[in-house]
């Protein structure tokens, strides 16, 4: 079954440093991927997603995600994080054939010194 | 402004008691889904609907029940069935059933049992 996993629970970062937040998927064929935010107590928004083309996405706030077939991964990344990041992240791909059906990774949760 | 709006905030329920989560979306979106977030363990599909008189289960759907009697509503029931109630429900729709399109969600309704 399609899935995504991430690996890293929680990271830390100062602010200013760069940012990678990992996700690996497991697809039968090319799939869409997405990446969302959600800050403490509210929903989620989307930051970018996948679906073809270029393998270099942009999103919004400075973020951007690379498609690596080879590797299974769509790792999200910011070179400069600012304390307003901080926040719970997560990668999601769709359910098979099921359309409109998300699996969600269970998050990556951020933590960004001053 | 369009978006999802979800009430209340906050919501107590009884032993024995069945409660209903409000969600409520003026984006003329098609297809409507509840989620449970549980810390640690990432969004789970409850039920989702792809058309109005139309739902389906999602992969935790026991103990729960919704309706879709309007395009714009999709209320949640958390019945006295569901044993461990207590979490963060996220309402989100999408322009259509399309695997692509990007789920916007509502801000949460966190349910705590007393």
């Known amino acids: 079954a399609q899935s995504v996993t991430q690996p890293d629970i929680h990271i830390t970062v100062s602010e200013g440093a760069s940012l990678e937040l990992r996700c690996n998927y497991s697809?039968?064929?090319?799939?869409?991927l997405f990446w969302y935010v959600q800050s403490p107590g509210q929903g989620l928004q989307l930051l970018l997603k996948?679906?073809?083309?270029?393998?270099l996405v942009q999103g919004i706030k400075g973020f951007e995600a690379e498609f690596k077939r080879s590797q299974s991964s769509f790792n999200l990344r910011k070179p400069s994080v600012h304390w307003s990041d901080a926040a719970e992240y997560f990668c999601?791909?769709?359910?098979?054939?099921?359309?409109?059906?998300?699996?969600f990774g269970r998050g990556t949760q951020l933590t960004v010194w001053p | 402004d369009g978006g999802i709006t979800q009430s209340p905030k906050y919501l107590f329920r009884k032993e024995g008691q069945n409660v209903t989560l409000s969600c409520e979306q003026n984006?003329?979106?098609?297809?409507m889904y509840w989620y449970r977030q549980d810390p640690g363990q990432g969004l789970r599909l409850i039920y989702y609907?792809?058309?109005?008189?139309?739902?389906q289960k999602g992969d935790i759907a026991e103990g729960y029940s919704v309706s879709r009697e309007k395009k714009e509503s999709f209320p949640l029931t958390v019945t006295s069935a569901q044993k461990n109630p207590t979490a963060f429900y996220l309402c989100?729709?999408?322009?259509?059933?399309?695997?692509?399109?990007?789920?916007?969600f509502g801000p949460g309704t966190r349910l705590l049992v007393l």
């Open positions: 989100a729709s999408s322009i259509s059933r399309d695997a692509m399109e990007t789920q916007y």
């Open positions: 697809y039968g064929a090319t799939p869409y």
């Open positions: 996948y679906f073809s083309g270029d393998t």
């Open positions: 999601a791909v769709p359910r098979g054939s099921t359309l409109g059906r998300l699996y």
């Open positions: 984006l003329n979106h098609d297809a």
């Open positions: 609907s792809q058309i109005v008189n139309d739902f």
